[in-house]
């Protein structure tokens, strides 16, 4: 069974730290993965996207990685603000992207 | 630019009640899907569509109906309300070439309570 899971399920720092969210999964045949952030009480919005060949993505202080070969991904934030506070999911698609896998998600919390 | 607009944002519910949850997007997106999120969980896909008049079965599709009659819009329709339908429903769109049900796009959601 495809799985992903994500770790910390939650993590909590400080104001100006940066910070690193993991991402494992089983699916395959991989297609590629998609990070999202989701605030409270709103959508998921799609930070990165990264198909097999791609190892990096950066939007802004958000860069994605990606270990295709032990199947393994990290979310690192640097310079965290209070407006980082949220949810990040790991979303993977199999092959052609016909089916998603979710993760559970990480909360992060971004005290001052 | 609104995106993807869900309706209502809250409702409550008696068991054995039916409605409609309305999505529409404006950025002519041919994918739409429906998912729920609970706690705990992973968001779960119910139903998606790859284009007006087609649609399809997700993850979780017992207890719900879709139809897509136009690009625009793709409402999801609870036919016998159950508490286990109580949670969190969000749509999405994408456009092609993000793979069939990858959501590119959400709405805010539709906060759903069950009595």
């Known amino acids: 069974k495809n799985q992903v899971e994500q770790s910390p399920q939650s993590l909590i720092i400080l104001e100006g730290k940066n910070c690193t969210l993991q991402?494992?999964?089983?699916?395959?045949?991989?297609?590629?993965l998609r990070w999202y952030k989701q605030d409270t009480g709103r959508g998921p919005v799609s930070l990165t996207i990264?198909?097999?060949?791609?190892n990096t993505k950066s939007n802004g202080r958000y860069t994605a990685t990606l270990d295709a070969d032990t199947k393994q991904s990290s979310l690192h934030i640097t310079a965290s603000q209070l407006s980082d506070s949220a949810s990040y999911i790991c979303?993977?698609?199999?092959?052609?992207?016909?089916?998603?896998?979710f993760g559970g998600g990480t909360r992060l919390m971004v005290k001052p | 630019n609104a995106g993807v607009t869900q309706t209502p944002k809250f409702q409550v519910l008696k068991t054995g009640q039916s409605m409609t949850l309305q999505c529409a997007q404006d950025m002519n997106h041919e994918y739409m899907s429906w998912y729920r999120q609970d706690p705990g969980m992973g968001l779960r896909l119910i139903h998606y569509s790859v284009g007006a008049g087609i649609t399809d079965q997700g993850e979780v599709p017992n207890g719900y109906n879709v139809s897509r009659s136009t690009t625009e819009d793709f409402p999801l329709r609870l036919l016998s309300a159950a508490p286990s339908q109580t949670s969190v429903y969000f749509c999405?769109?994408?456009?092609?070439?993000?793979?069939?049900?990858?959501?590119?796009?959400f709405g805010d959601g539709t906060r759903l309570s069950i009595l």
């Open positions: 999405a769109s994408s456009h092609s070439g993000q793979g069939r049900v990858q959501p590119q796009h």
């Open positions: 990264m198909t097999f060949s791609e």
């Open positions: 991402c494992n999964y089983t699916v395959s045949p991989f297609s590629n």
């Open positions: 979303v993977v698609s199999e092959n052609a992207g016909n089916m998603l896998t």
